[in-house]
């Protein structure tokens, strides 16, 4: 059964950090593009940053020089190492694998490209 299942959210301070991971299962872990995506009140979901199989990585502006997403193919586990958090960075967190096999193109940010899902995580940044 392919699942994805998100944890390490929390509540942080402005300028606090945290670390999500995401544990995959089910499928070829190595072979797939995964990125995180989040999802504010009022908002809809956006892209937060993508990796390829192979660790080529792409941010939303918003979280360039603040957010690293990595990935460890032999543990099957994605991560999102989140700096600098701000308040606008308050969502609920998703992992998600991309609908295209192959580990040598990188996916885009738009939700239409992936078709697994994890449960998400609550992500909260106070000021």
């Known amino acids: 059964q392919v699942q994805l299942a998100e944890s390490g959210g929390g509540s942080v301070q402005s300028g606090g950090s945290l670390r999500l991971t995401c544990e995959a299962s089910?499928?070829?872990?190595?072979?797939?593009?995964m990125a995180w995506f989040r999802q504010a009140p009022g908002h809809e979901r956006e892209g937060v940053a993508v990796?390829?199989?192979?660790?080529?990585?792409a941010y939303h502006d918003s979280v360039k020089g603040r957010f690293t997403i990595s990935r460890d193919n032999a543990r099957e586990t994605l991560y999102l190492q989140m700096n600098s958090l701000k308040p606008e960075d308050t969502a609920i967190y998703y992992c998600?694998?991309?609908?295209?096999?192959?580990?040598?193109?990188?996916?885009?940010?738009?939700?239409?490209?992936?078709?697994?899902w994890g449960q998400g995580t609550q992500v909260t940044v106070s000021s």
């Open positions: 990796i390829s199989g192979h660790g080529s990585t």
């Open positions: 998600a694998r991309s609908r295209t096999y192959g580990n040598t193109d990188r996916s885009g940010l738009s939700g239409i490209e992936y078709d697994i």
């Open positions: 089910g499928f070829t872990f190595h072979m797939y593009s």
